[in-house]
Nanobody, 113 residues
Framework: QVQLVESGGGLVQAGGSLRLSCAAS????????MGWYRQAPGKQRELVAA?????SYADSVKGRFTISRDNAKNTVYLQMNSLKPEDTAVYYC?????????WGQGTQVTVSS
């Protein structure tokens, strides 16, 4: 069983930065897909950034967000810079292990204008 615990969300002004962390329990391998999704009120959950052997980003966050991982700590990070009000959402961490998808509880990010 894998558990994911996110932290680092909060309230920030537009143009500011936040770093989200997601600590995973259980056995995570460096090539396991890990990612960050977000869901704003009234909108579908969308993939923001992903990392396995490569990294990928949604067009809306390219150049502003950076995903990274520390395999020794089983932790994935999302560094978010130049935040915009439209980045406001609940951010969820996810990991895929042997075709099973696990989700964290989510952390709220609110960007004020």
């Amino acid at each position: 069983q894998v558990q994911l615990v996110e932290s680092g969300g909060g309230l920030v002004q537009a143009g500011g930065s936040l770093r989200l962390s997601c600590a995973a329990s259980g056995r995570i391998f460096s090539n396991n897909f890990m990612g960050w999704y977000r869901q704003a009120p009234g909108k579908q959950r969308e993939l923001v950034a992903a990392i396995s052997s490569i990294t990928s980003y949604a067009d809306s966050v390219k150049g502003r967000f950076t995903i990274s991982r520390d395999n020794a700590k089983n932790t994935v990070y999302l560094q978010m810079n130049s935040l915009k009000p439209e980045d406001t959402a609940v951010y969820y961490c996810t990991v895929v292990i042997q075709r099973e998808t696990y989700w964290g509880q989510g952390t709220q990010v609110t960007v004020s204008s």
